[in-house]
């Protein structure tokens, strides 16, 4: 059965979708593994770090790796349907710890698989915008139904859901053209400004990530009840889903150095609002925003660096340096110092993505 190019990157988004299943529905998540273990979600935050460090010592090892055609992608799978399994049956921490590592590192390697193909999308920057608005897509569904399920219909079993969506994946057809295709003749670049995209990317994510950290401290600050945080985030999902197709769409008559840097400034007045309103209105505004651009702009970074390397092997680092600057987000935040450090992160990230942009415009011309 022959697949086009553009049937590979729509079966990616919904691959991507599924192995990172875990971090798109970390609310739901956190409280499924409070009830399994009977302790307070303070006290199990630390999960989700550790699955984050098993995403990007898989995205690592990929880059190394590079002969990902030995990989099968459906045994993958399978292992992460039995990982998460395994995990919904385990009683001790201890050993649920273990088994989510393994959940983070073969997640991982599924998510670079995906990147690898969305990659060499004809328009990566479309394909990246396709793929995230699905994965906004599928975590509103799954945001919406799985509290029915479990207050109507009696199931709390996240991960034997998540099993059984693995367990689908294996059905999709596998994209092996990244290794039966000869290297694709496209823009060279130079590594400095390759990892200076990749660092961007680094940097934009702890910008967000830091953020979204402080979203409901921010809110409880201005009043704003428990509840009626769920239904701001629950709309901000949709402009989510909304930044994400504006990217896909935008990419076939955008210009990159203008769409990033009005991108990145209007991240900035949605971070600069975030923190210094104290109208519920305005917050609620500013949180919109926020997430629009968000998933807006970061397809545009995957474009930008599956442009300079053709080859296909650093966009496998994109899992790395997201996950990574994910992970220091919380940690790195002084107090008194939020806003401003938020704003610094992004202009620093401005700062990095213009010259890999610069040089690959000025590689194209004739």
């Given amino acids: 059965m022959s697949t086009s190019r553009g049937g590979f990157s729509l079966y990616a988004g919904v691959k991507m979708s599924v192995a990172s299943s875990v971090f ?15 302790e307070p979600v303070l006290t199990l935050t630390y999960v989700a770090t550790i699955e984050l460090i098993g995403f990007s010592l898989a995205s690592i090892c990929c880059f190394f790796w590079q002969r990902m055609n030995l990989i099968s992608e459906r045994g993958v799978f399978l292992a992460l349907a039995l990982v998460h399994f395994g995990s919904a049956l385990c009683s001790e921490v201890e050993w649920f710890v273990v088994l989510r590592f393994a959940a983070g590192f073969l997640a991982g390697i599924l998510i670079v698989r995906c990147f690898d193909t969305l990659s060499r999308d004809k ?13 906004m897509l599928y975590s509103g569904l799954l945001f919406l139904l ?4 479990r207050l109507q219909g009696g199931f709390d079993g996240l991960l034997v859901l998540l099993a059984g969506f693995c367990m689908l994946m294996v059905l999709l057809p596998v994209d092996t053209r990244a290794q039966q295709m000869p290297v694709i003749q496209g823009v060279k670049t130079g590594k400095v400004f390759l990892y200076t995209a990749l660092f961007a990317i680094l940097m934009i ?7 979204w950290s402080m979203l409901s401290v921010v809110a409880t600050r201005i009043g704003i009840s428990e509840i009626d945080q769920g239904v701001i985030l629950a709309i ?6 909304l930044g994400a197709v504006s990217a896909s ?10 769409v990033i840097t009005f991108g ?6 949605a971070i600069v609002l975030l923190f210094s309103t104290r109208d519920p209105l305005v917050y609620f505004v500013a949180v919109s925003c926020f997430m629009f651009m968000w998933n807006f702009l970061l397809p545009f970074f995957m474009g930008v660096i599956s442009e300079a390397d053709p080859e296909g092997h650093a966009i496998r680092l994109a899992v790395a340096a997201q996950s990574i600057g994910a992970a220091l987000a919380p940690a790195v935040l002084l107090k008194e110092w939020v806003l401003f450090e938020l704003v610094i992160f992004l202009l620093i990230t401005l700062l990095l993505i213009m010259p890999a942009i610069y040089n690959n415009s000025r590689l194209k011309q004739p």
């Fill in 24 to 38: 798109l529905l970390l609310p739901i998540y956190f409280d499924v593994i409070s009830r399994q273990f009977a």
């Fill in 123 to 135: 328009l990566p920057d479309a394909a990246f915008g396709r793929a995230i608005a699905m994965q």
């Fill in 146 to 149: 799985y509290p029915q399920l």
């Fill in 205 to 211: 994510m702890l910008a967000n990530s830091g953020a």
């Fill in 236 to 241: 901000g999902t949709l402009f989510s889903l």
């Fill in 249 to 258: 769409l935008l990419a076939k008559y955008g210009n990159r150095q203008r």
């Fill in 264 to 269: 990145v400034l209007g991240q900035s007045i």
